[in-house]
């Protein structure tokens, strides 16, 4: 069937800011649905709060509106722009969510908007998990015995059936939020209130364990015609009970017999057609009992999902895009598979390598949270590794994630008593594939490992291998005449040049020389969707030790881009953003671009966005080999954050070209006793430093910089492990942890510039000249991480001189480095004092924030004066304006990790940000908190518990009297309350209860401001906050922003209207 | 010569070593899986991801040595009950890695001792996809696989002495030697045995059939003299122009029992279109597989399909009509999305159809499964004619 005329404007929605369980994979669908559609001729209109990702630049839809995902603002665009649909599969569970709510509300028949992709029907077949189960049953689909209750006690009665170990999965939600597995009945009593909560729809559905089976989900698509075909099968290498997020998996399914795979085939037809996805990818979730192959199923998704990006990645069929142009009328069989570009996409792949997907946890800054991996999802990112053995693909995979490793085996195992490591290898956690090696190592038979951890033996027996091969390693450097052969074999087997350095006592390089001098080198080959059968067009690589090379250099002059690794808290979209934009220009240029990434959520890794993909791990060797063989004219470092940045020295050493800033002005601003004499030279001022590498030290330098101060691990990103520091005894609190972290690295004593206004400065430069692309004054003081304050854009209240003094310090920083390429600079003001905190030569995750509010590509030009351009060539010469004013705000994860004090400090811990744009400041910053779900107008109108810290009462006192202007009910805790009362301001008391948070967790409050952190909070503060967590209530945890909200509400009218980019840009011309 | 692969779960050293040759001089060295010695055959690359016991086991796979694309084989072990033949089929095997640790809770013996029980002569440790690549570059070519200390020259020398697949009849070395009765059911069908795969049997025996299976070489009078109520012809190996009993057999039937139900699949599709005067043709590298999308003509449904086969039905159009060349009584109902190859077709006013692929499946999908209730709801029809 052809395309559809009757539509015209089709309506996307994005899925909002990056949270648990809903990454980048979503910017990757929507922004190949957008190019899918417009390829069709169709005027795309696009909503998303999220101003990090891809597909809202202003270059990817017709109209792009940054607008909260509300029901209301979907209204008015729907209004305004008249779309005859709305496409609903693209957008993650936020966006069929809120395409569900538009339909309920009888919106989309008022306004003649149809859902394509999915009806409301078949959404709420799926989601329903309550109608979804009934629809199993009645088409004799297997599922697990279990029940639906709406209330405590009907889940209570459920249980009667299940018995325990029971568990709780919650209708509607994502990442398995709100759900678990219970026990005993308290846990259980807990688990069901929470997840009743969670639910949308407060329905949880109750049901008997299978913990332990097999996982299996498959990725199947369904046209118009009916046509069905699954895109690839994935299994968990962690059983039932660990979510599939934050399971290690490997595609294709290694262990079901053809018989069982194709009977879950059928069957997860048979589930598609019953649910009714008329047109577009699905996700079929299965359990499988290991003793008898019985199958079930767990869920489906009517949608795309994490697992089609990694499923696309996995197999080169780009599911989104294909999502897209089935949803407007084709057939498989009328699309062609781009990378046969003969063959049309009516088949199902079939892969010659094994892919192995690794989430990545940051489990380290939620402190108090309880490591146990559940059903309740908690990675913040994954890695994806292709390989042609199940060795090379998880070793690969595992130095992929960054966190340290090298490969599967982690030295500071062998540290682990045998029977702490019996106790560890029973639990999953983030290390436990770590625990099982180093079982294995030393000889644990995988039948004991099998029953400890449910993992099926075919993966057990796969890493014994790997462990009997390092035990023979060990034996020393291969030599002699089977040299190369076992030399050859370790690589085959992905062992990485400093592991094997390891075992030999040799250095990473040593190994690498070994290796060529024997000619042990890798050759690339094609992800080509058909196992060889037809020739690819597609450029996508990945290495391998196997002799076959199918790389030959690309010709002509070329940048090679090296992208950001998998996500994790600091490190996310915004850069995969950068990476795209500079391939992106690039291309216009005329250069060949070569990217390099290993994150299978992303746009980057998408294979059209540049000439040559490498899905390769980012670290020193994996890289210099693609380098070594592609010889880039040019490798650009600067806009993967980190983690191409760390190799910006070790390649530069080894003759590499990098483009843009040199590595040595990248040094000045890493180290810190460069940087200091950099500002110093300049007359920046700074804050006074010192180093301690012992606790002595430490102390010594606190005193003599004065308190409070700033400790800090030196080497660290997102601010890990950074705290404040009051006086002498804070301090002996703190050391040893934070002594621990630094480890090697001096710790870095900083004095802690107090009630200080943080300014972020994100600028371009080319060595003759910096443009300030933007400065955004944070609402929250210095003190609270950049990544976790909110911010104006332009500043909402700052003195003109200090500005001007901003720009001018950036300026100066710029030419004196010189910066060829982006900077961003962070600043503290106190008074009129500007204090340089730190210099970023590189992207920051401020870039596509400023980009879209100032209407200018950053990012773009960056790389365009990274490969040689000027800034008067680009005609970027004046400082831009924003096109409205602009506020960012954080999306926090703390309700996934309960136990966690919300408090925000200078450690970042969120995942990602919304963006609110408005004419004025207020609504701006209304419109950003209503982003991230919280309604200012309602939580201020209703009661508000004010529990404050020491120095806040007096501003405190203030908002207190405009809350009570505006209508709302003030309560305070004791101590505040005195205080309030004191400046003639009476707020009522909160009921003493032996629980001080009783109230909180009834509900009582529609908004928690509580601001004392460190050594001054009480057991009580904590308490309260994480009442609030639980209870869903919005806590604001610094002074500034609840004055900035209650301002808000002050000032604010009562609609919000919303605008596209492209009209807000058409207003600032004119 | 491409390089000994390295293999990383046992030491290369002290292992038996296989070469793989073949007829335009490529060669490798990986180790020895299975039994010792040399075998030859065409060369064939398969692309199924699971299902190894059922390619190994299908008789169409007689004289050929087959190359898995998928790296990991053998991670299920061997199946009880989901073998297609007796035994292993296949003249040889070449693996990237052959597993020895299978896991699945029916898994029986391993792949390699298995092999290795059934003198399979085979190889791991190839780059079989470079391999692959090879042979989709060159199409099919004759090759050994050995254990001997041949050199390559010795080795491709072997290669060239295997007798191509083109004017081969291997029916006879797969079919049954005496006809034999297969389930049981209120319909006959004689089932003209070219090397039958077992899910073929179970497919009709579940709708109901009694199957009487004939040697490749039985006449049209001992068809007939069962008193059949339709008549299938079997998949199997070779070239299906040189299997000339079956030919004549078929042609003769369709003279003296014009309305007989009949069904064709794979060999016994090429058979048929020859008994009517088709022709058929070699594939450059032909489709082994179990991801071939193969649509209806006269519905546009597609079926992602199994395949297994070197040979194809030639086509041609009279008055704009696709139908087999030479038979234009046979028009063609199904063809192949990858390279539209004729994959089926139907006589137009007689119950006779055929297709290319394998409704069966057995490896691969259960699209086409429809197939065999059409073929019964023939039967059947026939039968309320006549009563
Ligand atoms: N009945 C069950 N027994 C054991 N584990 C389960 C059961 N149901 C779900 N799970 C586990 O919980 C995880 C999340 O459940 P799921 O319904 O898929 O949540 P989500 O909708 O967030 O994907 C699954 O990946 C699976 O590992
Ligand atoms: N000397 C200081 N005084 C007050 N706050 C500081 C100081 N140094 C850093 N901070 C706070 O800590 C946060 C993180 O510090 P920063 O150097 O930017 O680490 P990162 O490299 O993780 O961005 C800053 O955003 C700022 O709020
Ligand atoms: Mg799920
Ligand atoms: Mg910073």
């Known amino acids: 069937m052809p395309r559809r005329e009757d539509l015209e404007t089709i309506l996307l929605i994005g899925s909002g800011p990056i949270v648990i369980g809903q990454a980048c994979e979503f910017d990757y669908s929507g922004t190949q649905a957008c190019r899918a559609l417009r390829d069709e001729g169709y005027r795309v209109v696009l909503i998303n709060s999220n101003p990090a990702t891809i597909m809202t630049d202003p270059s990817s839809a017709d109209e792009t509106y940054l607008e909260p995902l509300t029901v209301e603002s979907c209204r008015r665009v729907i209004e305004i722009e008249r779309p005859q649909a709305l496409l609903p599969t693209l957008g993650g569970q936020t966006a069929l969510n809120l395409a569900r709510d538009l339909a309920l509300a009888g919106i989309l028949d008022e306004m003649g908007v149809e859902l394509i992709g999915a009806n409301l029907e078949a959404i709420e077949r799926a989601e329903d998990r309550e109608r979804f189960q009934a629809l199993m049953l009645e088409q004799e689909i297997g599922v697990p015995r279990g029940g639906f209750a709406r209330t405590v006690e009907e889940a209570v009665n459920v249980v009667a059936i299940t018995g325990y170990p029971v568990i709780v999965r919650p209708a509607y939600t994502l990442g398995g939020a709100g759900g678990g597995v219970a026990t005993s009945e308290e846990e259980f009593l807990d688990l069901a209130a929470g997840g009743l909560r969670a639910s949308p729809i407060g329905e949880i559905l109750v049901e008997e364990s299978v913990i332990g089976w097999k996982e299996f989900e498959l990725e199947v698509m369904r046209d118009r015609a009916d046509n069905c075909v699954v895109v690839c099968s994935i299994e968990n290498l962690d059983p039932m009970g660990v979510h599939t997020g934050d399971s290690i998996t490997v595609a294709p399914q290694q262990t079901l017999s053809d018989r069982e795979y194709q009977t879950m085939r059928d069957t997860a037809f048979k589930v598609i057609r019953a649910v009714g996805v008329e047109t577009g990818g699905s996700n079929i979730q299965f359990a499988v009992d290991p003793n008898t192959g019985r199958q079930l199923v767990i869920e489906m998704n009517p949608r795309v999902s994490r697992s089609s990006a990694l499923a696309s990645k996995a197999t080169g069929f780009p599911i989104a895009k294909i999502a897209a142009r089935l949803a407007v009328g084709y057939t498989l069989d009328e699309i062609p598979n781009d990378i046969t570009g003969v063959t049309p996409a009516s088949f199902e792949p079939s892969i010659d390598y094994v892919v192995a997907k690794l989430p990545r946890f940051d489990f380290v800054k939620f402190p108090g949270a309880n490591r146990r991996l559940t059903t309740a999802m908690k990675s913040v990112g994954e890695t994806m590794a292709i390989g042609r053995t199940f060795g090379e693909a998880i070793q690969k995979g595992l130095r992929g994630l960054e966190t340290g490793a090298d490969g599967a085996f982690d030295p500071a195992m062998a540290a682990l008593a045998d029977d702490a490591l019996a106790e560890r290898v029973e639990t999953p956690s983030a290390e436990r594939l770590f625990e099982v090696v180093e079982a294995l190592r030393r000889g644990w038979p995988v039948d004991r490992l099998r029953v400890a951890t449910g993992i099926d033996p075919w993966f057990l027996y796969q890493l014994e291998r790997l462990a009997q091969a390092e035990a023979e390693a060990s034996a020393g450097a291969p030599s002699g005449a089977t040299a190369a052969d076992a030399m050859r074999s370790l690589k085959v087997a992905g062992f990485s040049d400093s592991h094997l350095g390891r075992l030999w006592g040799r250095t990473e390089a040593d190994v690498r020389a070994l290796r060529e001098s024997l000619t042990v080198e890798r050759g690339f080959k094609v992800v080509d969707t058909c196992a060889g059968e037809f020739e690819a067009r597609t450029p996508y690589f990945y290495s391998s030790y196997d002799p076959g090379n199918e790389a030959r250099p690309l010709a002509g002059p070329k940048i090679m881009i090296l992208g950001g690794g998998p996500n994790r808290i600091g490190q996310g979209i915004e850069f995969d953003y950068c990476c795209v934009q500079a391939a992106l220009a690039l291309r216009h240029a005329g250069h060949r671009v070569i990217m390099v990434n290993c994150n299978p959520e992303t746009v980057s890794t998408d294979y059209d966005v540049s000439d040559r993909l490498y899905f390769e791990p980012l670290t020193i060797e994996d890289v210099e080999a693609i380098v070594a063989h592609e010889k880039p004219d040019g490798v650009l470092v600067q806009y993967g954050g980190q983690t191409p940045l760390k190799l910006a020295i070790p390649l530069h050493r080894g003759g590499v070209p990098i483009v843009g800033t040199a590595p040595d002005a990248i040094d000045r601003c890493e180290d810190r006793d460069r940087f200091s004499s950099l500002l110093a030279s300049l007359e920046i001022p700074q804050a006074r430093a010192g180093f301690a590498r012992t606790a002595a030290e430490a102390r010594s330098e606190a005193s003599r910089i004065g308190y409070p101060v700033l400790l800090r691990p030196s080497y660290v990103l997102g601010g890990r492990g950074m705290i404040v520091i009051r006086d002498a005894d804070e301090l002996e609190h703190a050391l040893e942890e934070s002594l621990r972290i630094s480890g090697a690295h001096p710790l870095l004593v900083d004095e802690f510039l107090e009630n200080a206004v943080e300014y972020d400065v994100d600028a371009i430069g080319d060595g003759e000249r910096v443009v300030i692309g933007g400065i955004m004054q944070h609402v929250e003081g210095a003190g609270i991480h950049s990544g976790d304050s909110t911010c104006w854009l332009p500043p909402r209240d700052a003195d003109p001189d200090v500005l001007a003094t901003l720009a001018d310090y950036t300026r100066r920083i710029g030419l004196a480095l010189p910066v060829r390429g982006l900077m961003n600079v962070q600043y503290a003001v106190r008074g009129r004092v500007v204090y340089a905190l730190e210099v970023n030569p590189r992207a920051s995750r401020t870039v596509p924030f400023v980009s879209k509010t100032v209407g200018v590509p950053l990012a773009r030009l960056g790389a365009l004066v990274m490969v040689g351009g000027r800034l008067d060539d680009l005609g970027l010469t004046e400082d831009p304006v924003p096109l409205a004013v602009a506020v960012k705000a954080p999306a926090l994860p703390f309700a996934k990790f309960p136990g966690v004090d919300p408090i925000l400090g200078p450690e970042m811990r969120s995942t990602g940000e919304v963006i609110g744009l408005a004419a004025d400041p207020d609504e701006a910053f209304r419109k950003a908190m209503l982003g991230v779900g919280v309604d200012l107008r309602e939580a201020l109108a209703g009661d508000v518990l004010l529990c404050l810290a020491e120095e806040d009462r007096e501003a405190g006192s203030r908002i207190a009297a405009a809350l009570l202007k505006i209508g709302a009910r003030v309560t305070a805790t004791a101590a505040t309350r005195e205080a309030l009362e004191r400046r003639r301001v009476s707020v009522r008391a909160v009921e003493r209860e032996v629980d001080p948070a009783g109230p909180v967790r009834r509900g009582d409050f529609s908004l928690v401001v509580s601001t004392a952190r460190g050594r001054e909070a009480s057991e009580e503060d904590v308490a309260i906050r994480r009442a609030a967590l639980w209870a869903g209530v919005p806590c604001l945890t610094a002074i500034e922003a609840a004055d900035a909200a209650v301002a808000a509400v002050e000032a604010a009218a009562a609609g919000l209207e919303v605008r596209s980019l492209q009209r807000w840009e058409a207003r600032a011309r004119c | 010569?491409?390089?000994?692969?390295?293999?990383?779960?046992?030491?290369?050293?002290?292992?038996?070593?296989?070469?793989?040759?073949?007829?335009?001089?490529?060669?490798?060295?990986?180790?020895?899986?299975?039994?010792?010695?040399?075998?030859?055959?065409?060369?064939?690359?398969?692309?199924?991801?699971?299902?190894?016991?059922?390619?190994?086991?299908?008789?169409?796979?007689?004289?050929?040595?087959?190359?898995?694309?998928?790296?990991?084989?053998?991670?299920?072990?061997?199946?009880?009950?989901?073998?297609?033949?007796?035994?292993?089929?296949?003249?040889?095997?070449?693996?990237?890695?052959?597993?020895?640790?299978?896991?699945?809770?029916?898994?029986?013996?391993?792949?390699?001792?298995?092999?290795?029980?059934?003198?399979?002569?085979?190889?791991?440790?190839?780059?079989?996809?470079?391999?692959?690549?090879?042979?989709?570059?060159?199409?099919?070519?004759?090759?050994?696989?050995?254990?001997?200390?041949?050199?390559?020259?010795?080795?491709?020398?072997?290669?060239?002495?295997?007798?191509?697949?083109?004017?081969?009849?291997?029916?006879?070395?797969?079919?049954?030697?005496?006809?034999?009765?297969?389930?049981?059911?209120?319909?006959?069908?004689?089932?003209?045995?070219?090397?039958?795969?077992?899910?073929?049997?179970?497919?009709?025996?579940?709708?109901?059939?009694?199957?009487?299976?004939?040697?490749?070489?039985?006449?049209?009078?001992?068809?007939?003299?069962?008193?059949?109520?339709?008549?299938?012809?079997?998949?199997?190996?070779?070239?299906?122009?040189?299997?000339?009993?079956?030919?004549?057999?078929?042609?003769?039937?369709?003279?003296?029992?014009?309305?007989?139900?009949?069904?064709?699949?794979?060999?016994?599709?090429?058979?048929?279109?020859?008994?009517?005067?088709?022709?058929?043709?070699?594939?450059?590298?032909?489709?082994?597989?179990?991801?071939?999308?193969?649509?209806?003509?006269?519905?546009?449904?597609?079926?992602?399909?199994?395949?297994?086969?070197?040979?194809?039905?030639?086509?041609?159009?009279?008055?704009?009509?696709?139908?087999?060349?030479?038979?234009?009584?046979?028009?063609?109902?199904?063809?192949?999305?990858?390279?539209?190859?004729?994959?089926?077709?139907?006589?137009?006013?007689?119950p006779l159809f055929a297709v290319q692929y394998h409704p069966e499946a057995a490896p691969g999908p259960h699209d086409a499964r429809h197939h065999f209730n059409a073929f019964v709801d023939a039967m059947r029809a026939r039968r309320s004619v006549d009563a």
């Open chain 2, 1 to 350: 010569m491409s390089p000994l692969c390295g293999d990383f779960f046992l030491p290369m050293s002290g292992v038996l070593r296989a070469r793989l040759a073949l007829e335009d001089g490529w060669t490798a060295i990986g180790r020895s899986v299975g039994a010792a010695g040399t075998t030859g055959g065409e060369c064939v690359f398969n692309t199924c991801l699971s299902g190894y016991q059922e390619v190994l086991t299908d008789p169409s796979y007689a004289g050929q040595i087959v190359v898995m694309t998928y790296p990991l084989i053998g991670n299920y072990g061997i199946v009880e009950g989901d073998g297609e033949s007796d035994g292993p089929q296949v003249a040889g095997y070449v693996m990237r890695e052959c597993v020895r640790n299978p896991s699945n809770w029916q898994a029986g013996e391993t792949l390699p001792d298995w092999l290795a029980e059934h003198g399979i002569v085979a190889v791991e440790g190839i780059d079989t996809r470079e391999l692959t690549l090879h042979l989709r570059n060159q199409g099919a070519l004759r090759g050994v696989v050995t254990t001997e200390a041949l050199d390559a020259a010795e080795a491709v020398a072997r290669a060239r002495a295997v007798p191509p697949m083109q004017g081969r009849d291997l029916t006879g070395e797969v079919t049954v030697a005496v006809s034999r009765v297969e389930g049981r059911g209120e319909l006959t069908v004689a089932a003209c045995d070219f090397g039958l795969k077992q899910n073929i049997v179970r497919e009709l025996a579940d709708a109901g059939c009694r199957v009487v299976r004939l040697p490749a070489t039985a006449t049209a009078d001992e068809v007939l003299d069962l008193r059949p109520d339709g008549l299938f012809c079997s998949n199997g190996p070779g070239d299906p122009a040189a299997a000339a009993a079956g030919i004549e057999t078929l042609r003769r039937l369709s003279r003296e029992a014009p309305d007989l139900p009949t069904f064709g699949i794979c060999l016994g599709h090429q058979i048929l279109a020859h008994a009517h005067g088709g022709t058929t043709y070699k594939l450059k590298f032909g489709h082994h597989g179990g991801n071939h999308p193969v649509q209806d003509l006269r519905t546009g449904r597609i079926d992602i399909t199994s395949h297994n086969h070197g040979f194809a039905v030639r086509e041609e159009r009279v008055g704009g009509k696709r139908v087999v060349a030479g038979a234009p009584e046979l028009e063609i109902t199904h063809v192949n999305l990858y390279d539209g190859t004729v994959e089926g077709f139907r006589h137009v006013e007689r």
